[in-house]
């Protein structure tokens, strides 16, 4: 599965982006569908992930209330809406697909998902 992030650029901050992530001649019809997020010099950090299993969401604590991830199940993607940008948000975001199920311990580790994407840059800068 090859997936393909998109919407990534240069905002202000206080500002929105829209990320979406898709596959060609894929329904993305795996257990969890998730975004992470690599800033310069650091770790590489989940940020949201979506169960297709259960339907849960999961958001990292310095997201939650700013960021909305959902599946379009007409183009086959997931989407991630960002709010309320703040410089700390820039960072390359990647999609990624989980083939197990994704409970609330491990939605986070990165050993848990097995397609990535290439990644798609985000830049939050006045």
């Known amino acids: 599965v090859q997936l393909q992030a998109s919407g990534g650029g240069l905002v202000q901050p206080g500002r929105s982006l829209r990320l979406s992530c898709g596959a060609s001649?894929?329904?993305?019809?795996?257990?969890?569908l998730a975004w992470f997020r690599q800033a310069p010099g650091k770790e590489r950090e989940a940020v949201s992930t979506?169960?297709?299993?259960?339907?849960?969401?999961y958001y990292a604590d310095s997201v939650k209330g700013r960021f909305t991830i959902s599946r379009d199940y007409v183009r086959h993607t997931v989407e991630l809406q960002m709010s309320s940008l703040k410089p700390e948000d820039t960072a390359v975001y990647y999609c990624?697909?989980?083939?197990?199920?994704?409970?609330?311990?491990?939605?986070?580790?990165?050993?848990?998902?097995?397609?990535w994407g290439q990644g798609t840059l985000v830049t939050v800068s006045s």
């Open positions: 979506i169960s297709n299993e259960d339907g849960r969401i």
């Open positions: 001649g894929s329904t993305l019809d795996y257990y969890a």
């Open positions: 990624a697909i989980a083939r197990i199920p994704i409970r609330e311990e491990t939605w986070y580790k990165r050993s848990q998902y097995d397609y």
